[in-house]
């Protein structure tokens, strides 16, 4: 084990950025998933939710995991964590429910990959992957995901930096065309009544998972330099990456598809149609 506040000679170094990056992939990794917040209760509760949640649950989460990771630098994470405060057993615990937590909730990421996939590929009609195809792709995204992991934390966090860019520049175009629309039509967007009954579980389910994770980024401390220093500034600004990148394609989404019934996984190919074209 290594001594607190010093890292082993010989480690790879995780810089704010890389770990900025490596969390926002843990937590969000793009708005995709988010719109059935806006299907289950509509613009203005989803918009209060993005004010409120980050400070009750996000920012709380992050400055947790930031003080024990800078304390216990060592990889292991929560189940570290645990362990000195509440012993192996519970230790044992936590480790094999989260994962079983991480297995399922992994498993919905090839599948939202596929989906978006068709939809851009596919939109305005019925037509799909043939099972075969779809289940290829899906393995083909585990496979290269699996790789990045076992070529280390090191590789891992520059190619988090990479895929953020590339996930997000889409959705900057987006906001960039859609934006002068935002700052006229908002305000009558979200005036429009709702007719479906609100749906609060699924709302509150959805908004608490999708600004969730930070712990995961304390299984990576003992790779991360001066973690002292590095995890603080990177956690705080992966969650205002994490806000930010679900509230502008929100905003932008809300003007040109007022419709929040229509609100679904997949929603916003739709809505970056409607918005720059195809």
Known sequence: KSSVGVIPVGKSSVGVIQLAC?????????????EDTVGAAGGQWTLVGLAVVPFLWSIP???????????IPEAGGHIIWVDRAFGQYVSFQNGI?????SALDNALYPVMF?????????????????????VAIK???????TYLNIMGVDVV?????????????PFVVMCAIGWPKVQSNLRGALALPREEPYDWGRFFAVMLWNTSGFDCAGTCADEVADPGTTYPRA?????????????????????VLPETTAWEDGAFVAIAELTGGK
């Open 22 to 34: 490596i969390t926002f992939f843990a937590v969000a990794g793009g708005p995709y998933g988010f």
């Open 61 to 71: 989460l992050a400055l947790l995991t930031a003080e024990l990771a800078s304390m």
């Open 97 to 101: 429910w989260s994962f079983y937590t």
């Open 114 to 134: 596929c989906d978006y996939l068709e939809e851009a590929l596919y939109a305005g009609s019925d037509q799909s992957f043939p099972p075969v195809v779809a």
């Open 139 to 145: 393995l083909a995204l585990v496979a290269a995901i």
């Open 157 to 169: 966090g520059k190619a988090a930096v990479l895929f953020s860019v590339a996930v997000m520049a």
């Open 235 to 255: 956690l705080l600004l992966a969650v205002a990456m994490v806000v930010l990148t679900y509230a502008a394609p929100t905003l932008v989404g809300l003007v």
